[in-house]
C-alpha cells in the first residue's frame, strides 16, 4: 500500500484565516480611500482668503462693497455735496418735455390682448379658431419667430381688462400688451 501524507485542517482554524483575510482586505480598502482622499485635497489649487478674493473683483464692484463697510444707516446712503461757497442757482424752470407727457395723456393709449405666443403654426390657429369660435376676432402676428395670436380690436386698458375677464371665463390666459 502506498502511504500518503495526510493533513488535517480543523474548522476553526479555516474561520481564523478567513477572519484575517477580510480583515486585511477591509483595512487596505481604507486605507486607499484615505490616500484618495488626501491625493485629492494636494491636487486641488489652495483656497483663497477675503482678501484675495476681492482682489480679483472688477474695479466697480469692489468699490460697490466698500460702500457697506461704513458703520451706520447714514453710511450706506449716498449723499450729494453740496458747496456752501457756490452761488444759488435759480432753479431751472420746467422743460418742454414735461408737458409731452399731458399731451399724449389726452390721447389714450391702445391695448389689446395676446391669447398665445408660439412657435408652432398649428397651435396658433387652434388657438385662433378656439377664440372665433368664442365670439372674438384675432389676428396672427409673427415676432422674433413666435406667432402671437391677438385680438384685432384695440381698445383703452380698462375695456382691455374686462374683455381679458371674459377671455378667461371661456378657458383663455390672455394678457395686455400695448399697440404700437
Known amino acids: 500500500m502506498n502511504t500518503r501524507d495526510q493533513i488535517s485542517i480543523q474548522s476553526q482554524s479555516i474561520l481564523w484565516v478567513a477572519g484575517v483575510g477580510v480583515g486585511l482586505l477591509t483595512l487596505a480598502?481604507?486605507?486607499?480611500?484615505?490616500?484618495?482622499?488626501?491625493?485629492?485635497?494636494?491636487?486641488?489649487?489652495?483656497?483663497?482668503?477675503?482678501?484675495?478674493?476681492?482682489?480679483?473683483?472688477?474695479?466697480?464692484?469692489?468699490?460697490?462693497?466698500?460702500?457697506?463697510?461704513?458703520?451706520?444707516?447714514?453710511?450706506?446712503?449716498?449723499?450729494?455735496?453740496?458747496?456752501?461757497?457756490?452761488?444759488?442757482?435759480?432753479?431751472?424752470?420746467?422743460?418742454?418735455?414735461?408737458?409731452?407727457?399731458?399731451?399724449?395723456?389726452?390721447?389714450?393709449?391702445?391695448?389689446?390682448?395676446q391669447l398665445v405666443a408660439t412657435a408652432e403654426a398649428a397651435e396658433a390657429k387652434r388657438v385662433a379658431d378656439k377664440a372665433k369660435t368664442a365670439g372674438f376676432a384675432t389676428t396672427t402676428v409673427k415676432e422674433k419667430g413666435q406667432l402671437k395670436v391677438r385680438l384685432t380690436k384695440a381698445t383703452d386698458r380698462a375695456a382691455a381688462d374686462k374683455t381679458a375677464e371674459k377671455l378667461k371665463k371661456a378657458g383663455f390666459k390672455p394678457f395686455a400688451v400695448k399697440v404700437e
Not at 51 to 57: F, G, N, R, T
Open 29 to 113: 480598502f481604507v486605507l486607499g480611500v484615505q490616500v484618495g482622499k488626501q491625493s485629492a485635497a494636494l491636487r486641488r489649487p489652495m483656497q483663497k482668503g477675503v482678501e484675495e478674493e476681492l482682489k480679483d473683483l472688477p474695479e466697480p464692484l469692489v468699490d460697490q462693497l466698500k460702500f457697506f463697510e461704513g458703520e451706520g444707516p447714514d453710511k450706506l446712503v449716498p449723499t450729494q455735496k453740496v458747496d456752501a461757497a457756490a452761488p444759488k442757482e435759480e432753479p431751472k424752470p420746467e422743460p418742454k418735455a414735461e408737458v409731452k407727457p399731458a399731451e399724449k395723456a389726452a390721447e389714450p393709449e391702445a391695448w389689446t390682448l
